[in-house]
């Protein structure tokens, strides 16, 4: 089968554009799909117009995309993590990318509309939100921004330090950040994280009811990191409630375009690129992001920022999302885990997209060159 090139015609900066490589391989068929920014709001319709300095062009992002689906749609190692039975169940050949920009350009690949369960990369936006509500010095002083260097849900951690959670990104620390939301009972804390939520993603996103239950049926650990906590003093709410509202976080649906959507809205200093709506101070964002590029991958943190240096949060639902700040936010989406419960193929794309672009933060302006690119 021959490789076909499909143009539609680029009538404005605001049209929609479609671009697709229809491709034959091992995989089936591949489909990369461009979207241009939606129509500017009055209040800053410059934002949409010109695109940041330093943004790779449409074109290279394109390619990088298609690349990066094409270089790792065959790979078939890892396995969906079956601890939580309904992630089990999920079809493990499910491979989408997904590119959102900081002026509102879209670019995907594969399965980015199926929806799957948000996992880990919840923490990040739970983390916004109190830093949002109470300030970044909360989270210092009452979890840590630490990494633990154990499994992500490690109880070892908590008893062999000052009985804190270390940082917000294992699952003790996600729960003591869950139990600082200013709230009066679960349900007042479940609405308010949702909404956070909703305005990072610029749409409304719905709880997975079949992950929710079936994760509450066997969070029995999580239920202990909980009480754990509590009695050390390191949990500042009911720990049965707060163990309820971080499953329910877990839970929470999302496409790869959506989640590539909170993302951006961190790489773009808080505002969200397609509504324009401020979800986190500026100020917060490179501590939200320090952290994330320090803590975000689990066990493997370390070998993920010598190899990216890219600030990431994955999750076992099988996500992951990394943000180039100032310029773009990458979402690799694959159920099939690696033993940490990373993402195999979501890594893979992500990587490669980041060394064909050069966006390791760690590399300077010669990123390229330094990566080994042409």
């Known amino acids: 089968m021959k490789t076909q090139l499909v143009k539609l015609p680029f009538r404005s900066w605001w049209a929609v554009t479609g671009l697709f490589f229809i491709l034959a391989g091992s995989g089936g068929l591949a489909q990369v799909t461009t979207t241009a920014p939606p129509q500017p709001g009055r209040e800053s319709p410059q934002s949409a117009i010109q695109p940041p300095a330093g943004l790779p062009s449409p074109d290279a992002i394109e390619r990088a995309v298609k690349n990066a689906y094409d270089s790792a749609k065959g790979e078939n190692s890892g396995k969906n993590a079956d601890y939580i039975p309904a992630l089990a169940q999920v079809p493990s050949d499910l491979f989408g990318v997904a590119v959102v920009t900081v002026d509102g350009r879209v670019y995907k690949a594969g399965d980015v ?14 983390l916004c939100h109190v830093m949002q509500e109470s300030g ?69 996103l719905k709880l997975l009811e079949d992950v929710y239950k079936s994760e509450a049926e066997s969070n029995f650990r999580n239920r202990g990191i909980a009480n754990v906590l509590f009695n050390s003093k390191h949990l500042y709410a009911e720990p049965m409630e707060c163990t309820d509202v971080y499953t329910k976080q877990c839970s929470v649906g999302v496409t790869a375009k959506q989640l ?10 808080g505002v969200n690129p397609m509504t324009k709506e401020k979800c986190i101070d500026a100020k917060y964002v490179p501590k939200v992001l320090a952290v994330m590029l320090t803590c975000g991958f689990y066990d493997e943190s370390g070998t993920w920022t010598w190899g990216s240096g890219l600030p990431a949060k994955t999750g076992v639902g099988g996500g992951i999302v990394a943000v180039a700040p100032g310029k773009m936010a990458i979402v690799g989406f694959s159920p099939r885990l690696n033993e940490a419960g990373n993402s195999v193929r979501g890594a893979k794309a992500i990587l490669s997209i980041d060394q064909e672009l050069g966006l390791n933060l760690l590399a300077g302006r010669e990123a390229p060159k330094r990566l080994g690119m042409k």
């Open 136 to 204: 970044d010095k909360v989270i210092l002083d009452k979890i840590g921004v630490e990494p633990t260097g154990d499994k992500f849900n490690s109880i070892k951690a908590i008893e062999q330090g000052a009985g804190n959670a270390d940082n917000p990104l294992v699952n003790a620390g996600a729960i003591a950040t869950v139990s600082l939301i200013k709230a009066s009972n679960a349900d007042e804390r479940w609405e308010k994280l949702l909404n956070t939520y909703n305005r990072f993603a610029g749409e409304k």
């Open 260 to 269: 590539a959507v909170m993302g951006a809205t961190l790489a773009n200093n």
């Open 113 to 126: 509309d199926h929806t799957f369960s948000i996992q880990s990369c919840s923490k990040i936006f739970t």
